[in-house]
Every structure is written in C-alpha cells, then in structure tokens.
C-alpha cells in the first residue's frame, strides 16, 4: 500500500504547470503581473493548508510540556501507597496540624511519636505527636477520619492519688478549642433537634451527658459530648457559648443553655 502524497508536494506541482502555462501562452506586460499572483496565491494556500496547522499542533504540544512533567512515570505511583504521594499527603496533613495548633499557640513545635507516620495519613485512625511550646501539655492525640476531619486532643501527665501516673491523661483543648473542633457541631444539631419539639432549654452533666427536663422535673437523656471540658473550665466555656449567642449558666452539677 503506497504511502499518501504530501500536500505540499501536490501544491508544487500545481504551481509548476501553472507557470509554465503562464510563459508558455502569455506574453507582454500581462506576463510578470500572473506569476506574481500565481506565487502569492500558492503562498497563501500553503500558510492556510500546512503552516497554521503546524503551528496549532506545536502549541499544543507546549502546553501538554508542563502537565508532562507532573504525570506519574508508571503506574505505581499513582496508588496510595506511592512513597511520593504519602509524602506529599503527609506535608499536607502536617500544614494541617500546625494551622491548627498555632491558632491558639503561636509558639507551638511538634513532632510525631509514631513509626510510620506516612501510613498513618493515608490509612486514618489516631496518632500521638510530641509538642513544644504549650504550657502544661506535653503531647497530643491527632484523629483523622474517614473524611479527612483533624482532631486534636492536648494530653498532659495527670496525678493518681496525689502522685504522678507516669501516662499521658486526656484532657480537652481550652474550651474555645474544644467548642470550636468537638463541641459546636454537636450542640447546634441538639439545638434543632430540642427546639422542634417545642425546647428551648438544654443541660449538660459532669460526664458531658445532655438532657432535658419535663414538667415534672424529671430528666430524660438526649446525647453526649465527647471530652467534654473538666468542671474547673466552666466559667470559661459558658463564656465561649455567650459568645455564640447561647444564654449559658453554670450550675452545681451541669451547665444550662438556653435559646
């Protein structure tokens, strides 16, 4: 099977038979003003028919250049377990971390306690980190979910008895840490759940249990808050739901809020 003519070389040919038609048949002044044009229109159709085509092509090959670059190699480094995805994914979930922290503790540093942090950050699940700068607190529990929500927990060395336990005890973030990342959503959906049977009043216990009361005085179990803030945080966490408008007291044994 024979390869197929350029165009080119097809236009050449046309133009060659057209001149010499032209100085075969034409004579006088009419003679160079025909090959003039004979030349400019064959100039015009080969711009039209082969050089902006090329043109179009080599453009887009530059800008296909730069995405190039940023393709994986082989397909090994497109999968999750990539060493250069989880680093990347790893960065990313650190910047994470450190915005977070530095929100309330400009000064912070940290560091990860766990072996394979790479892992940690493709998998999910908790991981400790080692942090510098925070008073009172020497570590923290970091929980990355399902869908890529970061939360933080301080811990720090808790007595037992009057003695050091020697363990990292759990112990919430500030209550404006803590409302802001654990508390908040929570409450605003007990809110609107509470407030379309007709309540406008809710009370939290010690242990972060939520409840209402009935007429009677009874008090019937609605929800939890996880690591809801120790007894000595109150005034400062009723101060952080005044703040979002709640009408907040705090009472022997839970705090009341109101809407």
Known sequence: MSKPKSPLWGSISLLIVAVIAVMAFVRGKWELPLLVSIFALWALWAV??????????ARAERERAPMAEWMPMDEAKTTPSSP??????LLHVNNRISGCLTSYYPNVRWEWEIDEPERFVTEG?????????????AYADV?????????????NIAPLSGKESGKPGRQPLSPQVWFETQGKETLERMVMELNSRGHNTL???????ICCQ???????PEGMFPNFPNKVYWPSLVEVLRQNGLAASALDHCIQVAW
């Open 125 to 137: 699940g908790t991981g400790r980190i080692r942090i510098y700068g925070v008073p009172d607190y």
């Open 214 to 220: 009935k007429d009677d005085g009874d008090e019937t």
């Open 203 to 209: 009370y939290v216990k010690e242990d972060g249990a």
């Open 48 to 57: 039209w028919r082969i050089l902006l085509p090329a043109m179009r092509v």
């Open 84 to 89: 250069t995805l989880s680093r990347l994914l």
């Open 143 to 155: 929980t990355l979910d399902q869908k890529a929500n970061i939360d933080i927990v301080l811990l």
